[in-house]
Every structure is written in C-alpha cells, then in structure tokens.
C-alpha cells in the first residue's frame, strides 16, 4: 500500500541508446513526515536523492512541497530509507537452519545504527543513508547483544563463542577500549561441528545486556553445554559492570547459578529474570525455577520470588521466555509457554489464562506467549502460532484446528482482578516479535517465517500509532523480500530496523541476509 502521487509527468517513448528518462518528483506520506524525491531541499537526506521531511499531516491535508502538490492519504505509506548487506547465509538456510540472530541497536541521537550478525560482524552505519562508518569482525560465531553509551562514542557487544567476549569500542572505528571474558564466568565449552545448525546455542554468551544510570552495564550471562561425560550443565550469573567492563557486584555472590536465564526486564523497581534448567545433574537449588527472580539495583540483592505452578495436566514445567515485565507499581508480569499471563500481587498470582490450552475432539491446542510489555497502564501481549504440549499427544501430529488467540497482538486492561481486551490484531502474517518505540506511541511487529503456508507477500513489517483510538486503528505495512527476525529496533523518532533472511523456495534459496531502515 504505497500512497505516492507523481505529478507532471508524460509518456516518452525513447530508443534503447537514448538517454534514460528522469523521474517526475514525487511525494510519500509517511508517518510523521514526508519523503521527498528529485531535486528537493530541506528536510534530512536519505539517499537515492531523497529526503526525508519531518512534518505532522492529516488525511485530506494539501500540502505543497518542493513544487509539488499532494493530498494526504488516510493512512501513510512505509518507505524504506536504506539497506545494509551483511554476508551469505544461504548455506545454512539450505540446510533447514531457522531466522539467524542479528543484534541492532540505534545510537541515542538516533544517528547512527550499530548491526550485530550472524556472522560475526559487527557494522555501524548512518541512520539515515546508511553509509558504513565503521566494521569489525569480532568472532566465528555470532554477535548477540548491542549497546550504546549514552553519549554514543562507546558501543558495547557481547558475542555468543567459546570465550563470550564483551567488548566496549570505540565509535566509529570500533577500537578496543576494554573486553570481559564472560566465559570466566560461566564456564567454557568447545565450538560445536559445522554440522550442527543450532550448535551454536550451546556457546556462553550474554542474554542480555542493558545500560544502567550512571553508565554502568548490567548483563546475564549465560551457559548451556553438555560436558565430556554427555551431562547437561548449565550455568549463569548477574553482574553490574562499570564502564571500563570491571566487575562491580555478582548474583549470585560467589559463583555461578546452576540455571539459564535467557533474558531480562528492567525498570526503576529492579531487576526481573526467569531462572530455568536443562541439566541433567542432581542439584540443591535456591531459585524460583520456571519462576521469577527479582533483584534490587543497584545491589543485585533478592527481593522477591515468583513461583509460577505449572499447567497440569498439560505441562509438567512453567515456562518464561520474552514475556517479562513490571507493571507501573513494580509488580512483575509473566507471559508463559502455556499461555497463561500471571501478575504478581503480593505473595499471590494473579492468572489470565489468555491462549492457554483448548481441547479440540480430545487434541490439545495451545499458543504460547511471546513478547510482553506493560505501557501506558496497559498491557500488550504476542501469541504464537498454533501448537500441542508436548508430551500430551504424538509430536509429528498437526494441531487439529487452530487456537482462537494464535498469532495475535493484545491490548489487554488489568485492574485489580478484571481483565479486558482494549484492542487486539490478527492476519495472515506469521508475528515475529513486537518493539515499543521510544516516541512512546509507535509500535513495531516483524512478520517471519510461516509454517502453514507458502505466501511470500506476507514479510515485513507493520507498524500501529497508538495514539489513534483502538476503533480507529490502522497497520501500516511495510513489506521485505524475505521473513524477519524477531527482534526489531527503533529510533526515537519513528524510524525503525529490521534483519531479513533469505528462505527456501523448494530446493533454491531466494532472498538476501541484509537490515533494512524504514518510516
């Protein structure tokens, strides 16, 4: 859906050694601006010689631009600014490997625009033409977190290898002022075989990285591996680094926790993780397993824990991944693998049982939370697709039906015990992760990899402006050649990044491994 006008054009035909034809100026409406082509001035270069306007309009506005004359559209159009090429993929999807990690991060001023790959690589370019300003190949395997300073003249990746490098760099030629090996920490394991698609999961690295006030990192590392025996083990601590990566405060105090923790909420009320376990060794633990964790900054001392009963019959174990919040008076939420949203209320749980299991003809269908974020006093919620619990029917067999909540995006209200559905979205597209933007009213969904089908006009990405009543809301769609990756990244003033991956068209791979910038 393109709301582009050109005016003054005419048809030309012209001989295959004319010379090429110019292109008429034109104008698109975008959310909260407009881009400009031809020979246009103001406004913020993006390349292609086209620029970008900042500028509020409304559907049915004439407005007059660079000798243009448009009338607003009723709902904008997605334009991309720019995009990046980050390496051949294409082994690795032929070989049936999923989305690849790619890390993004726009700097504070939204200038420029840190790429963590895959590959190893970490790139930052302009964040508007997308000029490369820097590159640096930081290890065989992948780039998993990025962050900034708040100045933006230090950016800081952890990658996920034997040794779990963090590394502050200086921006932009991204020389080392100071690396932590966080493998110290958790333990090292050998780099897997080549065959191994996933293989590389089982590498230390951090599961989250966050810039804390006063310039201080807090990061989680974490280690699953099986040993030289075939034992699982996992291990995983908390710390609070200064900036010069030195070791401030630990959780726990001594040594590393026997668990995984693969993420990490942050707010003024503390610090919220959800210790899990894949060993296969006898422990003595101490942590909410399948529960939450939570942690006073900038101490790292415990608060509280929230101890989250499974599902039964269905499921044996409780399970957080993204989904994992605190509400505006501290109280942590959890969206779980089951489908359940709990909300901690003092030494009780709150339950929403939102996609939690529906038994179609003695088959049970869940969709499992994905990402969660409390704002504005609400909260938003992703659902999966369609899936059975595993264990409580054969693996190979295909949800009957699908779930009624699968592959949806929730506004949900909560007061006190009562919970509503404010607004919801469902379509055809596969969700692949959402991002609150730091505007504080655009949200951002990736559309991924499908299961169900074999359309290739449904990637990309759409984006919602919160500000418009939940009765009047449109999407905004933003299409890519290839699936997205879940995590998506955007600037405070609108503009956003995704990472797109090729994907298999019977036995041939199609697309390209590259980021792109929209508005």
Request: charged fraction near 20%.
């Amino acid at each position: 859906m393109r709301s582009t006008l050109l005016f003054g054009a005419s048809l030309v035909l012209v001989s295959c050694s004319g010379p090429p034809t110019e292109k008429p100026p034109s104008v698109t409406f975008v959310r909260g601006g407009l881009v400009v082509s031809g020979d246009a001035e103001g406004g913020q270069a993006i390349g292609d010689q086209r620029r970008f306007v900042a500028r509020e309009w409304i559907a049915g506005e004439a407005v007059s631009l660079n000798g243009v004359d448009a009338i607003a559209p009723l709902v904008p159009s997605c334009v991309p600014f720019f995009d990046v090429p980050l390496g051949d993929v294409d082994s690795w999807i032929a070989l049936g490997g999923a989305t690849p990690d790619t890390a993004l991060a726009f700097s504070p001023d939204g200038k420029m625009l840190a790429i963590g790959t895959w590959l190893g690589d970490l790139i930052v370019v302009d964040g508007f033409t997308g000029r490369e300003l820097g590159r640096k190949h930081l290890a065989e395997s992948l780039v998993k977190q990025l962050v900034w300073s708040e100045d933006g003249s230090v950016l800081y990746a952890a990658e996920q290898s034997p040794d779990a490098w963090l590394y502050a760099l200086d921006v932009p030629n991204l020389a080392v002022r100071a690396k932590l090996r966080l493998a110290d920490q958790v333990r090292s394991s050998p780099a897997p075989s080549g065959d191994d698609l996933y293989g590389l999961y089982t590498l230390p690295a951090a599961y989250a990285l966050e810039r804390l006030p006063g310039e201080e990192l807090l990061v989680v590392a974490t280690h699953g591996w099986n040993d030289t025996d075939g034992e699982r083990v996992n291990r995983t601590r908390v710390m609070r680094l200064s900036p010069a990566l030195e070791i401030l405060v630990s959780w726990p105090a001594n040594e590393a926790a026997d668990a995984v923790i693969l993420g990490a909420a942050v707010s003024e009320h503390g610090l919220a993780v959800a210790p899990s376990r894949s060993a296969t060794t006898a422990t003595l633990q101490t942590l909410p397993l399948d529960g939450v964790q939570v942690l006073s900054l900038p101490d790292l001392q415990p608060i509280s824990q929230v101890v989250i009963p499974p599902l039964a019959p269905w499921f044996k174990r409780s399970f957080v991944w993204n989904g994992l919040d605190f509400d505006a008076d501290g109280r942590v939420i959890a969206g779980l693998g089951d489908g359940r949203v709990v909300r901690q209320n003092g030494a009780e749980l709150r339950i929403h049982p939102l996609s939690s299991p529906v038994d179609f003809g003695g088959v049970a269908v869940v969709a499992s939370i994905g990402d969660l974020a409390w704002h504005d006093e609400h909260l938003w919620v992703s659902t999966s697709g369609s899936n059975i619990p595993w264990g409580t029917a054969d693996p190979n067999l295909r949800p009957p039906q699908p779930h009624p909540n699968e592959n949806a995006l929730f506004e949900l209200s909560w007061q006190d015990d009562e919970v509503s559905v404010v607004w919801a979205w469902r379509g055809p597209q596969q969700l692949a992760g959402f991002a609150l933007g730091a505007d504080g009213h655009t949200l951002v969904m990736g559309a991924g990899p499908r299961t169900t089908d074999t359309r290739e006009d449904l990637f990309g990405a759409m984006t919602v402006d919160l500000r418009q009543p939940p009765t009047e809301r449109t999407l905004t769609w933003c299409p890519t050649q290839g699936p997205v990756f879940f995590r998506q990244e955007m600037a405070a003033d609108g503009r956003f990044a995704v990472a797109e991956v090729p994907f298999k068209r019977g036995e041939s791979v199609v697309g390209a491994y590259r980021v792109t910038v929209f508005r």
